[in-house]
């Protein structure tokens, strides 16, 4: 089990709970804006994207602990005691995640030789370098998603649960075009000269991009060989003949008859030609329950994020991992935000000693958490800096109106919740100690205070008179 215990970062100083009942942790802050919530995830990111080749920032200070079969090891103090993954979510257009390295394998290196990627640290969707944003973006995060799926076979079923909740038919068809330099492997490849066309006897064919694109495959041919690369491409291409149309590829990823694991061979292999520029994604078809299929970029905003992020997390998800998401309720309809944990739940299945921490402003996703009897730590604006925050663990407060009054202290109009509180308070006061008396008093004087200061947000004034008879009578059941 990988977990962080202690983050400082320039703003506050957070501890999280040893406690867990399943086989992964899920810890959720909260707070509003300006308490330091995505300041948290922004300093584990910046500390886990220099790891290892790096030193941590000085500034910053994160503890975590790694329980072993022999032994727990507390971190930072050996390269060994890392997480195998740590990986950084939002699809906020305003994220400050760290960029991820990138990645200095060669194509043999990854598809012939197997060789792991070295670098912990991933990010999914937006991140501080981003330059791709709306309905490409989310079908590249997809398109990654799926490829990586190649190295984990077994697991895939799982992610047909995540399309049919979602309301989608178990399968996606993945459309590819060929440009240039992909007609020019084809055509050398069909008619036996591949390796005349990676050794310079052969010339590619004219494209729009000019020596850009013919560069990828020169660092190829430059890092692994002309023999090497020639025997790789030629697997390659003849494990796509069998998708192959009249400009390009058709490939159904297909959930529903468990014949995904068939198409590994295929899914590597477009990857690859991905990978050097070869192709081009035209479409990525989804079927929506009695309906015609669509393509990633006509689905809800809702709909692209919850694939793109399921997807993207499956993809890159191994046990003992960190995961950080920022936001998850952007764009997301309020059944899906209370339905977020599930599908989440659904991700993590297959693993185990994960630490997923999640920031968030949904009072949804906050009230779904206490239901489950997850972390909820509670950040203020005005805490002072270096002041430890205290988790929620109340579970009377996991309803929307309470969830909104106690953690987000948003006052609600006409709140039932409210009314039970304040009637509850008034009748334990009634035979209550000296000291109990002076707690609800605290209480009601804070609710006092938040319903006449609502900052914007309109309240009625039966609500605060409501409020301030019961402080009269708690007083006067005092005396």
Not at 14 to 21: N, V, Y
Not at 62 to 84: C, H, M, S
Not at 103 to 129: K, M, P, W
Not at 333 to 343: A, D, I, L, S, V
């Amino acid at each position: 089990m990988f977990r962080i215990e202690e983050v400082s970062s320039p703003r506050c100083k957070l501890k999280f709970s040893s406690r867990t009942r399943e086989s992964n942790q899920v810890s959720v802050i909260t707070g509003p804006n300006g308490s330091g919530k995505t300041e948290i995830l922004k300093t584990l990111s910046d500390w886990f994207s220099r790891l290892p080749q790096e030193q941590a920032p000085e500034h910053l200070h994160v503890r975590w602990k790694i329980d072993t079969p022999l032994a727990p090891t507390w971190g930072p103090y050996d390269e060994q005691n890392f997480p195998p993954r740590v990986i950084a979510q939002t699809f906020s257009p305003f994220s400050r995640f760290a960029p991820p390295k990138r990645d200095t394998r060669t194509l043999f290196d990854v598809y012939a030789n197997q060789t792991t990627e070295q670098c912990l640290y991933r990010t999914i969707g937006i991140h501080s370098g981003t330059q791709v944003v709306g309905g490409p973006l989310g079908k590249l995060t997809l398109e990654q998603g799926i490829f990586r799926l190649s190295e984990a076979p077994e697991q895939t079923q799982n992610l047909g649960s995540v399309l049919d909740s979602l309301r989608f038919e178990r399968r996606i068809n993945l459309q590819y075009r060929k440009n240039a330099i992909g007609e020019s492997l084809f055509s050398a490849y069909t008619q036996g000269h591949l390796r005349d066309l990676l050794s310079g006897k052969k010339t590619f064919a004219s494209n729009v991009h000019g020596i850009s694109v013919d560069l990828s495959l020169r660092r190829e041919i430059r890092d692994t060989g002309i023999e090497s690369l020639s025997n790789l491409l030629e697997n390659v291409l003849s494990a796509l003949e069998r998708y192959l149309d009249r400009d390009g590829f058709q490939f159904v990823l297909d959930f529903r008859e468990k014949q995904a694991s068939l198409n590994y061979a295929a899914l590597k292999a477009l990857s690859l030609l991905r990978r050097l520029d070869a192709l081009t994604l035209e479409r990525c078809e989804l079927y929506p329950h009695l309906r015609k299929q669509i393509d990633l970029a006509d689905a809800s905003s809702g709909q692209q994020q919850m694939l793109c992020s399921l997807f993207g997390l499956f993809g890159e998800l191994s046990s003992n991992s960190l995961v950080l998401i920022d936001e998850p309720e952007l764009s997301l309809h309020p059944t899906w935000q209370m339905g977020f944990f599930e599908r989440l739940d659904a991700i993590l299945q297959p693993f185990e000693g994960c630490h997923v921490i999640i920031a968030t402003h949904s009072p949804l996703i906050v009230q779904s958490a206490l239901k489950r009897d997850f972390e909820v730590i509670q950040l203020r604006a005005d805490t002072p800096n270096f002041q430890m925050n205290h988790p929620l663990r109340d579970q009377s407060h996991a309803s929307v109106e309470g969830t909104l009054l106690e953690v987000f202290g948003t006052p609600v109009t006409g709140s039932a919740y409210l009314a039970n509180e304040l009637f509850e308070m008034v009748s334990v006061s009634e035979t209550a100690s000296s000291e109990i008396r002076k707690e609800t008093l605290v209480r009601l004087e804070w609710l006092e205070s938040l319903y006449q200061n609502s900052q914007g947000i309109v309240t009625q004034k039966e609500d605060l008179d409501l409020i301030q008879r019961a402080i009269r009578l708690v007083k006067v059941g005092g005396e």
